[in-house]
């Protein structure tokens, strides 16, 4: 496949923030429509061969998708009667695109109330009022989703290594990451805030692939791996490959994607890093990683 494609958060972080809220929107919907799992495992978007889809919603007597289609540039909007609705994804301020949705849903007979206010990111703008972001670069997007459409598989093969509880690899709307995440069964302390509390209720090392901050931040696009709750020393161990590196404010281990991406073989350095990364953290977290191997 050769090299995988470069994705600077400079060169599209306005597109980046722009698509992120794009995702709320849709992401609420799905949150709204579903019945709530443990870890929010209801919420999250999964990549398609197109772009990133919400999956079927249950909705009265019929069951709903809604998907993004990063190739074409299009949010596709479809029942299980045959009702298909569509609309460009185009450079709209995100209060325009949050009024088109709900008018396609409108005309699907879906009535539907999310909470307009962004999650997980530094804006306080309810998502219906928005009118600063509106940059969507076709581009950049579809470099993103060639980028996730590559490194998805990659988290599969590693989730197929585990036999215990395991997340199914997917994309979070808030945070806006692709990730994956083993559990060994035991209970975590409680953790303040619903999210948090939810999602980190039982001890969890968690893979994942971020493109970088949005909001302005020096971060660019890489992985990154952590364990809660963090295990005593866990700040200290080295892990691979040799581009890795522990992040003492993020608390998480971190393996940029320029590392990767020039690699001769970019799939199994990421394998490398979610591999050694998950041994140090059930090794010092005392998981029993014999029975939760999968041959």
């Known amino acids: 496949m050769g090299e995988w494609p470069e994705l600077p958060i400079n060169a599209w972080r306005d597109s980046c923030a722009t698509l992120l809220l794009y995702t709320q929107i849709v992401g609420k919907i799905r949150l709204a429509l579903t019945p709530r799992m443990n870890e929010w495992w209801n919420v999250p978007l999964y990549v398609t061969t197109r772009g990133l889809?919400?999956?079927?919603?249950?909705?009265?007597?019929?069951?709903?998708?809604?998907?993004?289609?990063?190739i074409d540039h299009e949010l596709v909007l479809e029942d299980s009667t045959g009702r298909i609705r569509t609309l460009p994804l185009t450079a709209q301020p995100v209060c325009d695109f949050y009024a088109a949705v709900f008018d396609e849903l409108k005309a699907l007979d879906v009535q539907v109330t999310i909470h307009p206010k962004p999650q997980e990111c530094p804006l306080e703008t309810p998502l219906s009022a928005d009118t600063e972001h509106a940059s969507y670069d076709r581009d950049q997007v579809r470099r993103f989703f060639d980028v996730l459409s590559r490194i998805e598989p990659v988290f599969q093969a590693f989730r197929?290594?585990?036999?215990?509880?395991?997340?199914p690899v997917q994309f979070f709307w808030g945070t806006f990451d692709l990730n994956?995440?083993?559990?060994?069964?035991?209970?975590?302390?409680?953790r303040k805030g619903l999210i948090e509390r939810v999602a980190y209720d039982e001890e969890v090392i968690s893979l994942g692939f971020w493109p970088g901050d949005p909001w302005g931040g020096s971060i660019d696009a890489g992985f990154f791996s952590y364990t809660i709750p963090e295990p005593p020393g866990f700040a200290k161990q080295r892990v691979r490959p040799d581009a890795a590196f522990y992040s003492a404010t993020l608390k998480e281990d971190l393996l940029p994607y320029d590392a990767i991406r020039r690699a001769s073989d970019p799939g199994r350095m990421i394998l490398e890093f979610a591999q050694s990364t998950y041994d140090v953290g059930a090794m010092l977290g005392k998981w029993d990683r014999a029975a939760l191997a999968y041959p």
Do not use: E, Q, W
């Open 160 to 167: 197929a290594r585990f036999r215990g509880k395991c997340s």
């Open 53 to 70: 889809t919400t999956s079927p919603m249950p909705y009265r007597d019929r069951t709903l998708s809604i998907d993004f289609d990063l």
């Open 180 to 190: 994956v995440s083993r559990f060994n069964g035991r209970r975590a302390a409680p």
